[in-house]
Structures are given as C-alpha cells and as structure tokens.
C-alpha cells in the first residue's frame, strides 16, 4: 500500500510503506497497522506495529549514540538543525500535501502554517541557542559557573492533530541539548513522521541519534516510557493518557514534562462592540473551529456578556455557516475531516448528550453531505449550541476536541472569571475588551497558562507554553525547552 502523494525526481523523501527508523535504517516488522485517510475513510498507508523488541533495539541505538553526541560542540549540533530546517522547507509542498492526506485537513492550513512552523521550529532553537549564554555569579572569594547539560535518551511521544508541528517542536531543543531521541508519533497519522526521518537520514545526523518507532500506545508507547534507559519524557496528548503516562516515569525519577487537554474559553465583553466587532467575530470562528476544533488551544466555550449575546450568537452563527467542508486538497476549503471514525461518533455522542441536557443546536451537529470519494469520510459540520448550563453540562465542561462549541452569557467580570475558572482544565483563554484595566485584572485571574488579549493564537516561541490542572506539568518554548532538555550544572570556583 502506498502513499497516494508523488516525489520530484530530486525529493529525498519516498512513497511506500511507512517503516521505523532506528540505528540509522530504516526497518520494518511482522504485524502493520492500517492507517485511514480522513477525508475517504480507506486505507493510505500500512505502518509497522512495533512491540517491546523494537522499542528495546530504539532505545540501545540511542544509548550507544549518546556519548558522542553529547560532545558534539552545540555549533555542529545547532547547523543540523539549520540543515533539517532547508530540507523541509524544499520539501515543504510534498510534506503539506502527505500531512493533508494523512489528517484529512485543509492544504491551506498545512502549507501555510503547519510545514512553515515545522521548518521554523529547527531555525528558532538552532538560533536560540546562540544567545544561551552560560550563568557566572561572583562572590566574595569564588565564582560560580553554571553549565548545561544533556540529559540521556528522551522519549517524545507526540499526538495526531499537528504531527509534524508538535513532533519537531519536541525534537529540534532535545536534539540541540545534546540528547538522543526515539520518538513515537501518533499510529493515525505516521506519514510526516516517517518523511522526517528520510530528511534526517538524508543531513547525514549520525546513527542513532534520531530514532522513530511507529505502533499503539499500549504495545509501543507504554514500554517506551518504562524503559530503564529512557532519562525524560516529553508527551502531548489526551489527559487520561498523560496520566499513565505520569503513574510510569515518576516512580523511575524521569525528567516528565505533559502537554495535555483543554476546555479552553473566550470572553467577549460588551465593550468591543463598536472596537474591531468584525474582526473579533471572524477570530473567534477561526479560533473555534481551525482544524475541525482538533487543536489544543482551540476555544470551546464562549462567555459573552449578556448585553452583547443577540448580536454576538447572529453574527458568529453566520460566520461559521460560511466555513466551506469540502476536498481538503482544494485551497478555498477551509474545513476538513474529523481524524478517525471513532472520534466522530466521540464527537456525535456529545452532541447527543447536549439536546438531552437541554442544549439547542444553532447549526451543524449532522454528517455533510459528500458525495463520490468523500462520502466514506470522517466528517462532521461545525457545531454551535446554545441554552447549557456552563458550570454542570457535561458537553460544556468536557473536552471534546472536535467541531463543536458552546455559547453562555455572564452578567458582569467576575461572573466571566468565575464561569471561566469551573472547569478542571486551564491551558489557554481569549478574552475580548477595549478596556486595558479590564483586560490586566480578568487575565490574571483567569487559572490558565497562557492567555490572548483581543487576538488567538499569536505565538513568540520564546514564551511558556504550557497548562496548569488537568491541561499537564511542565512549559515548553525558548529557554524553558532547554531547561527541560539539559540538566544545569553548578561549579564553584574558590580563589
């Protein structure tokens, strides 16, 4: 079975059956995992279905590779990097058509943010590193150097709604940190993961440094995280998986860092009304529904101020309505497929539940209707509902990860922050307002790691990046991506 995307005679990257990459090779096993695409619901692609032995081979090849790795100058380690950012980005079409392909999602949004940012994250950390500068304190009698250093074999386990994105943003600092890596991406979407590790092997990293090993969670990714030789593990995924996640490294004393779920929400206050009102509605829409809902950082519930909600639910209604579900390789859709048939009848359950708790459905909550190829695909409209009560319904404090939103109105601030604050989840929040004092006193009160003020999504990847409760431990971006990456190491000096 291969892939149904063609190379350019000069691409490094080749069709076919996708298979691990461990020790510098490229190798396959026994069983396969079918992997579906979701805009056609048939079969793509065959991946390898690894067991304890593979992880065990991955994980020894890292090993063996750490010590020379780890005295790699940063210089040769950071010009990898920028090798790996240039052959993505000449590859950068074919990858955006495979991420399309394996995901189900718009070719809008994986050529011009997905495979741009994961050609980015390389040239970022590869120049980050330029400006980590080492840490000297001065005392009376002695000097204190402080020095970074690799930690061992990392583990980074990363999920199928950005593959490429969430995979490199992982590998370019543990890579530049001077750790060895095996990694274990998502079984329904293995396709960028695999074509990262024909670019690597085509830079030339040396064997063993770079390790892929494709399969389930339980059979492939649990041992990886218990195996006595991984020291850190980097997971993003599903809160309940992050949980066992955790249960497994913490006892063995492993570096941990967990990007996990949300329930994230937008406040819209009164105040931007006449402030940017078109703006803010088409940034919510997008902020709702890009990927299909299927990003973290997605806003699943909106809180509007009552004064301001007719206007609002008419206005936003329409905007979602004119979301175009279609062909995902055509550039004016700009919704695709939901990522597996199970996740849409996850979704669809949800919706279900929302009429049984008094819910209204606005518009969506059915199948499209697609015709010829598309019509055995994962698909599901943008869904808008209304009339839940925002700190009880289950379909409102749930993550659902999928095509759906719910709209609730509040009386005042505090009655925002305190709806805002009732779930267990706290990754990010969005909040609209004219009024400066307004938005420093709600966005500090808001339990979340991140927070945008009049705009979603505008990303410094110098920031923390990271949740709080339920939304996981640890930050990611810039030096808190070293710190994760590199163990600190303090020398005293005395005259």
């Not at 949004?109 to 840490?135: M, Y």
């Amino acid at each position: 079975m291969t892939t149904a995307t063609k190379c350019s005679s000069d691409s490094v990257l080749t069709d076919g059956d996708v298979r691990n990459y461990i020790n510098g090779n490229f190798v396959s096993t026994a069983d396969t995992i079918d992997d579906f695409g979701p805009a056609t619901g048939t079969v793509i692609a065959r991946i390898p279905r690894s067991q304890q032995a593979d992880v065990d081979n991955a994980v020894a090849a890292a090993k063996s590779a750490y010590p020379e790795w780890k005295a790699t100058p940063v210089a040769v380690r950071a010009e990898y990097l920028h090798k790996i950012c240039a052959a993505i980005q000449k590859e950068a079409a074919h990858l955006a058509e495979l991420e399309t392909l394996d995901c189900g999602k718009p070719i809008s949004l994986t050529s011009q943010v997905e495979i741009p940012r994961a050609a980015l994250n390389f040239k970022f950390f590869a120049e980050f590193a330029t400006g980590d500068e080492t840490q000297s304190h001065e005392m009376a009698d002695a000097v204190n150097i402080t020095q970074r250093a690799p930690v061992g074999v990392a583990a980074l386990i990363t999920p199928w709604n950005l593959p490429l994105y969430l995979l490199t943003w992982k590998v370019a600092p543990a890579l530049l940190c001077g750790n060895t890596i095996v990694a274990k991406p998502s079984e329904l979407t293995p396709l960028t993961a695999n074509a990262l590790a024909q670019i690597i092997h085509s830079v030339g990293l040396p064997a063993g440094v770079f390790n892929l090993v494709h399969g389930y969670g339980a059979e492939c990714g649990g041992p990886l995280v218990g195996h006595e030789d991984v020291s850190l593990v980097s997971f993003t995924g599903g809160t309940a998986t992050g949980k066992l996640v955790a249960a497994t490294a913490a006892p063995q004393f492993k570096k941990l860092s967990l990007e996990l779920g949300g329930k994230n929400a937008a406040i819209i206050f009164k105040d931007c009304e006449n402030d940017d009102w078109d703006n803010m509605i088409a940034t919510t829409v997008r902020s709702s529904f890009l990927n299909s809902g299927q990003v973290c950082l997605c806003c699943s519930r909106i809180l509007v101020e009552e004064s301001v909600y007719d206007r609002f639910v008419t206005d936003f209604v329409k905007g979602v309505e004119a979301l175009r579900i279609g062909r995902p390789l055509d550039k004016d859709t700009t919704t695709g497929a939901l990522s597996s048939r199970a996740h849409v009848e996850k979704v669809r359950s949800y919706i279900q539940l929302a009429k049984e708790e008094g819910g209204v459905i606005l518009t969506g909550g059915v199948i499209p209707d697609l015709k010829e190829e598309f019509a055995e695909g994962f698909w599901l409209k943008p869904t808008v509902i209304a009339g839940l009560d925002p700190r009880t319904s289950r379909v409102a404090t749930e993550e659902i990860f999928g095509p759906v939103v719910t709209i609730h109105t509040f009386k005042d601030a505090a009655d925002a922050v305190d709806i805002h604050n009732s779930v267990k989840y706290g990754l990010a929040g969005t909040l609209w307002t004219s009024n400066l004092k307004q938005a420093h006193a709600v966005s500090r009160q808001m339990h979340t790691g991140m927070v945008w003020v009049n705009t979603w999504l505008h990303r410094d990847l110098r920031v923390p990046f990271g949740g709080v409760m339920a939304s996981g431990v640890g930050r990611e971006g810039g030096k808190h991506s070293l710190e994760f990456f590199s163990e600190l190491k303090n020398i005293c000096f005395k005259y």
